[in-house]
């Protein structure tokens, strides 16, 4: 009897087992594969880089009054709400030449016309600029370091997929000293001069 008992038991715990592991295999298969973020290489240095202008970007589009984002230094130039709107498309555009295979934003947002139609609009056209920096961001993560040498069109320019990143990376610093331009012109302080500014020493109390 005792016997018997012993070989159900490990019966029993066999079957519950191959259930458990036949579950987590679903479990693991149902959720989706993401890249991790790199933390060295040359993915790693652009985000880094991407970080740095995402955060003026943003710093300055919400400083910016409602009001001046029709401005312009002149006419025939970009106003402050359709530099910011320039921004957003070629964001997306460098994640359609990079064609990394991940999905593409809802048509509404990726047109052109779209975008441009927001210049003036500082609440939306502040959300697409989050937005198309955070697809750019995630289009990054997805790629490999191994693919650095690979052929790449960027910008009517032909190079690597790591020479792509420089030609981005550059053109979005080429704004950034234009919309800092811009905010200097029409009197805006620029938000993170306060924190390069040198602190007096603490006086102490005798």
Request: glycine share 8%.
């Amino acid at each position: 009897m005792l016997r018997t008992s012993l070989i159900f038991l490990a019966l029993a715990l066999s079957a519950l087992s191959r259930a458990s592991a036949a579950g987590g295999h679903a479990e693991s298969a149902a959720k989706p594969q993401g890249g991790a973020t790199p933390t060295a290489g040359f993915r790693a240095e652009f985000l880094e880089e991407l970080a740095y202008c995402e955060q003026r970007y943003l710093t300055l589009a919400e400083a910016m009054p409602a009001e001046k984002y029709s401005w312009r230094p002149a006419e025939g130039m970009r106003s402050v709400g359709g530099l910011l709107a320039h921004v957003v498309i070629d964001n997306y555009k460098a994640v359609e030449a990079l064609d990394q295979g991940l999905p593409t934003p809802p048509a509404a947002l990726h047109s052109t016309l779209t975008i441009l139609a927001l210049a003036e609009d500082k609440p939306k056209l502040l959300e697409e600029l989050k937005g198309s920096f955070a697809h750019l961001r995630r289009r990054i993560v997805e790629m490999s370091d191994a693919d650095g040498d690979k052929s790449q069109r960027m910008m009517n320019r032909q190079t690597t997929l790591r020479g792509a990143l420089l030609i981005v990376d550059r053109h979005l610093g080429e704004h950034l000293g234009q919309a800092i331009c811009y905010a200097r012109i029409i009197g805006l302080a620029l938000p993170w001069q306060q924190e390069l500014k040198p602190q007096p020493p603490s006086k102490r109390k005798p």
